[in-house]
């Protein structure tokens, strides 16, 4: 996922001034190597993007708008629905929930809030999809970024999201436009313009029905993917016992 | 150059049964122990100078070139047999192990003995060079290629669909690399038992790639083999 170098160039003059490259690398954490391959190439990663945005204080989301490709992702913003925080609960944090209302009800409150791990666990990207989307959003955002179907599914299976692939899923969708940046993990909760705690609120607020029906899909799609990496492993298995 | 290559080949296998001597001690894969083994002992008759002193101690009646045929059958016998049940192919297993595929193995192990005995081989020839001109001659060759060819096309498909599926990059090159020298096998083993002009040039590529190939695909396996996660 790329922008153009002319226009990186561009926007680096007017956010750094006349710092010098390797200023701005050091700052940024990137090697001056890399910063010098991608100018060459003429296309310069979102990542390269986002490290120097923040090493300048810059908010990512008003960068990144500087592009033409993302130029409506800062007036984009939405709050996220409860349902696309839910989405980035992750399974564990789920089910401890469930488990911790199971006890207070038996046991008497309990004060202790749980303190939820980061947002963008194992799954996130597809829990996201599932979350905003139509049944064929998939299809539709392959579609309209014109990449094969099973390009995406292996993005999504691989728990990643290309910026311009997350970006245009939103605006399918119609959520915030910076919220699939948070599910694939290249956003903070914070830079996306999510309230502190919203996740936490969300999970308290979802009755228990709800959250019990939204664990029993996960744990089915965890299932199917224990399945399939049983399966690869039986298959590697097979091979170093009778050739290794 | 080619007196090289043979040597070289002859090191690697005798490296390779070595290597695997421990293992066959401890009744781990002794089917592919045989396999080099059987490799070595074939890989040695095909070097002239060895080829004449051996035969020559058995009575230099070309017997040694049967001994070398029989033992590329079990080399491809007992290779084949493994990389189908490895790649999880009933199928070829069974073409390989089954009773079609012993059929085929002793249709070409008494077609190698018939057509011996129905020829003329007096003084050790490396090859069966002098005698190229008898018809018999001409059928054992025949018969010694094509087993190979059989066995290495059973194990075309489930390397090819190994290779094609979606398992870890080092494992699918691992497979490419077998399907390939198995693929060069077959060729090899065609062009043989075809009557055309044998182009020498070609022939001698196609036969070293293809034990490069299967030894890369048999190396790649083993440092997968070597890196795999112990604790599950």
Redesign the interface.
């Known amino acids: 996922m790329t922008v153009p170098a002319k226009a990186f160039q561009q926007w680096l003059a007017g956010v750094a001034g006349t710092t010098s490259h390797a200023a701005v690398c050091r700052a940024a954490g990137i090697k001056r190597s890399t910063l010098a391959q991608q100018l060459v190439r003429g296309r310069v990663s979102v990542a390269t993007v986002a490290a120097v945005s923040r090493s300048l204080q810059l908010p990512v989301v008003d960068s990144l708008s500087a592009f033409a490709k993302f130029n409506d992702l800062a007036t984009g913003l939405k709050p996220p629905t409860s349902a696309e925080l839910l989405s980035q609960v992750s399974d564990t944090d789920l089910l401890t929930e469930i488990l911790k209302r199971r006890q207070r009800s038996d046991a008497g409150p309990d004060a202790a809030v749980l303190e939820l791990s980061p947002p963008h666990h194992r799954a996130s990207v597809r829990t996201w999809l599932d979350a905003v989307g139509p049944a064929d959003l998939r299809a539709q955002v392959a579609r309209e970024v014109g990449i094969a179907p099973q390009n995406l599914s292996t993005q999504i299976s691989g728990n990643r999201l290309t910026a311009e692939l997350a970006v245009a899923s939103a605006r399918i969708a119609g959520v915030g436009l910076a919220n699939g940046l948070v599910a694939s993990g290249f956003l903070s909760p914070g830079e996306a313009g999510w309230l502190p705690g919203a996740r936490s609120v969300a999970l308290r607020q979802t009755p228990d029905s709800a959250l019990v029906l939204l664990a029993a899909e996960r744990l089915e799609s965890l299932g199917r993917t224990l399945r399939r990496i049983e399966a ?2 039986d ?2 298995q ?7 | 150059m080619t007196a090289i290559l043979q040597w070289t080949a002859l090191a690697a296998c005798v490296i390779c049964t070595l290597w695997r001597f421990p293992a066959m001690r401890q009744g781990r894969n002794r089917g592919l122990f045989w396999a080099f083994a059987m490799a070595t002992v074939s890989v040695a008759l095909s070097i002239p100078a060895i080829y004449v002193s051996v035969d020559g101690l058995l009575g230099g009646v070309n017997i040694a070139n049967v001994i070398l045929r029989l033992s590329l059958f079990t080399v491809f016998f007992l290779l084949a047999s493994k990389v189908a049940a490895a790649y999880n192919s009933p199928l070829a297993r069974r073409m390989i192990r089954g009773p079609v595929g012993l059929a085929v193995l002793i249709l070409c192990s008494a077609g190698i003995w018939i057509t011996y005995f129905a020829s003329d081989l007096h003084g050790s020839s490396p090859g069966l060079t002098l005698f190229a001109e008898q018809p018999s001659v001409r059928a054992y060759a025949w018969f010694g290629k094509l087993y190979l060819a059989y066995a290495a096309l059973c194990t075309v498909f489930p390397t090819w669909r190994a290779a094609s599926s979606g398992r870890p990059l080092l494992d699918r090159a691992a497979a490419m690399s077998l399907c390939a020298g198995f693929v060069l096998v077959f060729a090899a083993s065609l062009v043989q038992m075809t009557p055309w002009e044998d182009p020498p040039q070609l022939l001698g590529i196609l036969s070293f790639a293809s034990i490069l190939l299967v030894t890369a695909g048999l190396a790649m396996v083993w440092i997968s083999f070597i890196r795999r996660p112990t604790a599950l």
Do not use: F, I, P, S
């Open positions: 690869d492993t298959a590697a097979k091979v170093w016992e009778n050739l290794g």
